[in-house]
Nanobody, 122 residues
């Protein structure tokens, strides 16, 4: 069974850094689009960064451009989100997302990580 497992959240002071990880495991045939989302209390889930299948193009939300960097290690089926210059408004639960085709299926499916809390104190 395919699953995404996140790690790396925590509490940090404003201006600090954190790195989130999201590892895909299970019987995976291929992975397409991979993204990071976040959801702050009382707000809708918003897209933070998206890496398209090729890995060459990454789009970032305007609010995180220049501060956040999304990378991938295809040998580990893991994506990362390096967050620098954190601000209190970055406080949210962060979720990873991926479009994955399992070996057991001829279709792709959407998978979500369990979420990890990032809290930035002022």
């Amino acid at each position: 069974q395919v699953q995404l497992v996140e790690s790396g959240g925590g509490l940090v002071q404003a201006g600090g850094s954190l790195r989130l990880s999201c590892a895909a495991s299970g019987s995976i045939w291929s992975i397409g689009t991979r993204s990071w989302y976040r959801q702050a209390p009382g707000k809708e889930r918003e897209l933070v960064a998206t890496m398209f299948t090729s890995g060459d193009i990454i789009d970032y939300a305007d609010s995180v451009k220049g501060r956040f960097t999304m990378t991938v290690d295809n040998t580990k089926n893991t994506i990362y989100l390096l967050m620098n210059g954190l601000k209190p408004e970055d406080t949210a639960v962060y979720y990873c997302y991926a479009v994955i085709a399992p070996y057991s299926d001829d279709r792709t499916h959407d998978y979500w990580g369990q979420g990890t809390q990032v809290t930035v104190s002022s």
